[in-house]
């Protein structure tokens, strides 16, 4: 009677598996999918996972609350928290746009006991943040990563002191042929615009089709490539599909320069989707003319696994989106640039596109009508940026003014809809709709 009451306790789901075994599997199961599949299978499960996980990515810091992280994963080692879009990088966002990260750390420095590690990507972090973390956080927090914020000065680390590594890894090279034939076994590279430097005008370096051929043919162990490029053809984009098949982050921008060799590259993207079935994040940035609307469609068709994209002055109209959006059946976060959509192909996408979280959008042909409402849903957060004048620098350094295009953020939020809106942020609300 002991022994079977010793049993009954080790055993609480209904197909009878021991929770002492499932908790030593669950430690192998990695992927945030997988994790989120087995978490449904039963409430013990449920809880299993929450008591097991360490680490959590929050892709936007706005679709949830750190009180309902905390009672979801109390014991949590690693965090790396997002706010603002990554269009801030670019300036295209209004600084003032929101991301604060001070209810976080606050709820941190109260409650998650266990962390060790934290990354604030696009944050907003003020010094007293800094001086709280290091407070109550500081005997055994080993990293903390201020990626890309803003608000803090040295006063803010001299807080945090010795208890933070701040690291910045960005590759650039000139020499692509050169690196094909010595490094083999590379597997990150990114490419930064070198044409911009000073001094470097007139290098021969820029990078083109002939350089990416040989970098696909010489690093057969490349997974990660961010590259900017003056000259493209297709079949240097087909060289990748062929090689590289290791491949899962791929990031190319098109250079504004003149005498492109092989426009539209719909052929070269459908051979490195077909060949790269690895890829779980794709960025292509090109000019109008660069692909069309049969390209687009094999974007959509041949990205199974994509879960984050980013597609800028790509299409020649809506049937090419709507094409696109009939596939991409993991994509979660989706970023589109200086495209010729308009809002109600936008709202049909965005239904279309079933596993997607988060929505970007920089220029697009504007609507009268509420046509984005199409796209309204519980949880689903919908914030508009309209056009407006900035200052730029331009290549003297002067300071003009600028139009920006209008902005359609969207999002699933567990928190509702966030209270920080700055004047340069309009919400869409389904009800001033219905109701006008």
């Given at each position: 009677m002991e022994e079977e009451r010793k049993v009954s306790k080790t055993t609480s789901d209904g197909n009878g598996m021991p929770d002492l075994v499932f908790q030593c599997v669950i430690h192998y199961i990695h992927d945030a999918r997988d994790r989120d599949a087995v978490s449904?299978?039963?409430?013990?499960?449920?809880?299993?996972?929450?008591?097991?996980?360490?680490?959590?990515?929050?892709?936007?810091?706005?679709?949830?609350?750190?009180?309902?992280?905390?009672?979801?994963?109390?014991?949590?080692?690693?965090?790396?928290?997002k706010a603002k879009p990554r269009a801030a990088m670019f300036n295209l966002i209004p600084e003032d746009w929101g991301g604060y990260v001070t209810a976080w750390v606050e709820e941190i420095a109260r409650s998650f006991r266990g962390l060790k590690e934290l990354h604030f990507r696009r944050m907003i972090v003020r010094d007293s943040d800094l001086e709280l973390l290091a407070r109550a956080r500081g005997p055994v927090l080993q990293s903390l990563k201020l990626d890309k914020c803003s608000g803090f000065s040295t006063d803010g680390l001299l807080h945090i002191?010795?208890?933070?590594?701040?690291?910045?890894?960005?590759?650039?090279?000139r020499g692509l042929e050169v690196l094909a034939r010595c490094c083999k076994s590379l597997r990150?590279?990114?490419?930064?615009?070198?044409a911009d430097e000073p001094g470097m005008?007139?290098?021969?370096?820029?990078?083109?089709?002939?350089?990416?051929?040989?970098?696909?043919?010489?690093?057969?162990?490349?997974?990660?490539?961010?590259?900017?490029?003056?000259?493209?053809?297709?079949?240097?984009?087909?060289?990748?599909?062929?090689?590289?098949?290791?491949?899962?982050?791929?990031?190319l921008v098109l250079l504004e320069r003149?005498?492109?060799?092989?426009?539209?590259?719909?052929?070269?993207?459908r051979t490195l989707l077909q060949g790269c079935n690895k890829l779980r994040r794709f960025a292509l940035y090109l000019r109008p003319g660069g692909l069309t609307d049969?390209?687009?469609?094999?974007?959509?068709?041949?990205?199974?696994?994509?879960?984050?994209?980013?597609?800028g002055s790509l299409g020649e109209s809506d049937a090419g989106l709507l094409e696109f959006s009939k596939g991409c059946p993991s994509l979660q976060k989706l970023e589109i640039r200086c495209c010729c959509f308009s809002e109600q192909a936008l709202a049909i996408s965005v239904l279309?596109?079933?596993?997607?979280?988060?929505?970007?959008?920089?220029?697009?042909?504007?609507?009268?009508?509420?046509?984005?409402l199409a796209m309204a849903r519980p949880f689903w957060n919908i914030e508009l940026i309209p056009e407006r004048q900035v200052l730029v620098a331009d290549p003297h350094g002067a300071a003009v003014s600028v139009e920006d295009p209008a902005h359609i953020l969207a999002y699933y939020s567990l928190a509702g809809p966030r209270t920080d809106f700055p004047d340069t942020v309009v919400p869409l609300e389904a009800a001033v709709f219905l109701n006008a």
């Open positions: 449904r299978v039963c409430r013990r499960w449920w809880e299993i996972d929450a008591a097991a996980r360490k680490h959590v990515t929050i892709a936007l810091c706005y679709t949830t609350t750190p009180r309902m992280l905390l009672l979801r994963f109390p014991n949590l080692e690693s965090l790396k928290l002191g010795q208890s933070c590594k701040y690291t910045r890894n960005v590759i650039g090279n990150r590279l990114r490419i930064e615009r070198g005008e007139d290098e021969r370096g820029l990078v083109s089709h002939s350089g990416l051929m040989a970098l696909a043919q010489g690093c057969l162990e490349l997974q990660y490539l961010a590259v900017y490029v003056s000259d493209i053809t297709n079949a240097s984009l087909e060289y990748f599909g062929r090689y590289s098949k290791n491949l899962c982050d791929f990031r003149e005498g492109v060799s092989d426009l539209p590259l719909d052929d070269g993207v049969v390209g687009l469609g094999y974007i959509g068709k041949y990205s199974p696994n994509v879960k984050w994209m980013l597609l279309q596109l079933r596993s997607l979280r988060y929505l970007w959008v920089q220029g697009y042909k504007a609507s009268k009508t509420p046509d984005l």
